[in-house]
C-alpha cells in the first residue's frame, strides 16, 4: 500500500543506470517500480499508478517520447515526468519539454543532482497524488479519483466515502454502525443499517465490473471487511 504520494517508476533499458537510479531514490525513502522497455511501462504505469515517472526516451519496442505522450494523451495524467537522455542540444530539450515533461536530465548525470530534481518537483506536486493503493485498486482522496489498474470507477459521493473508509482500514471488520456514522455523521435523515447493505451492494457490483477479484467481505454477524492482501 501506498498512501503518502512517493511512488515511483523508472524506464531505463540500461540495467546498470537503472539499478543505481532505483538504489538512490529508495535510499532517500522513495517507493520505486522499474520497466526495461516501453511496453512493461504501459503495464506497470497502469498496474502502479506512480506519483512520479523518471523515463529514457531511446527505449526497446516503444520509444520513451511515445510513452510519454500517451501518459498525457491517453492515460489523460499530469503525473510529473523527468526524462534521461543523451540527446543534449536545445532544440531535444525544447521538444522533450513540450511533449509534457516537467524537466529533462541529459546523460551522463549526476545521481545526487537527480534525487534533488525529483524533490523540487515533488514539492510542487505530490499533494495532488496522495493515495490508497492495494492489488492494482488506486484510491485519491483529495483528486476524488478511483480506478482499478487504469479503469476509472464511476462512484457516487457516498460510494466513494465508503471505499475510502474501507481502503484507510484494510483488512479490519467494520461494524454497519461504524460506516453509518463515516457516510452520515450528522443523521440529517433517517437512515438504518439496511442502508449500508445497499451501498455494499452496489459498491460491489460496480468493483465487479473493472476487477474479477472480491474486494468486500461479508463477516456474519459483525459487519464487512475490505480485503486487501
Known amino acids: 500500500m501506498n498512501t503518502q504520494g512517493k511512488s515511483i517508476l523508472i524506464v531505463e533499458d540500461d540495467a546498470k543506470i537503472r539499478n543505481l537510479v532505483r538504489a538512490y531514490l529508495e535510499n532517500a525513502g522513495y517507493e520505486v517500480s522499474e520497466a526495461a522497455d516501453g511496453i512493461e511501462a504501459k503495464k506497470q504505469f497502469k498496474q502502479e499508478d506512480p506519483c512520479f515517472v523518471i523515463i529514457d526516451l531511446m527505449l526497446p519496442k516503444t520509444s520513451g517520447e511515445a510513452v510519454c505522450q500517451w501518459i498525457r494523451r491517453d492515460m489523460k495524467s499530469d503525473v510529473p515526468i523527468i526524462m534521461l537522455t543523451a540527446k543534449a542540444s536545445e532544440k531535444d530539450r525544447i521538444k522533450g519539454l513540450q511533449m509534457g515533461a516537467d524537466d529533462y536530465v541529459t546523460k551522463p548525470f549526476s545521481l545526487k543532482e537527480l534525487v534533488v ?56 471488520i467494520l461494524k454497519r454502525t461504524q460506516i453509518l456514522d463515516e457516510l452520515y455523521p450528522h443523521f440529517d435523515k433517517v437512515v438504518t443499517e439496511r442502508t449500508v447493505d445497499v451501498h455494499i451492494g452496489k459498491l460491489r457490483e460496480k468493483l465487479r465490473h473493472v476487477s474479477e477479484e472480491e474486494w468486500i467481505e461479508t463477516v456474519r454477524g459483525m459487519g464487512y471487511r475490505f480485503i486487501a492482501y
Open 117 to 172: 530534481r525529483v524533490e523540487t518537483v515533488f514539492r510542487r506536486t505530490a499533494q495532488r497524488c496522495q493515495k490508497i493503493t492495494f492489488r492494482g485498486l488506486t484510491l485519491k482522496p483529495l483528486k476524488g479519483e478511483a480506478h482499478f489498474k487504469g479503469t476509472p470507477l464511476t462512484l457516487t459521493h457516498h460510494e466513494f466515502k465508503l471505499l475510502h473508509f474501507l481502503m484507510k482500514h484494510p483488512n479490519q
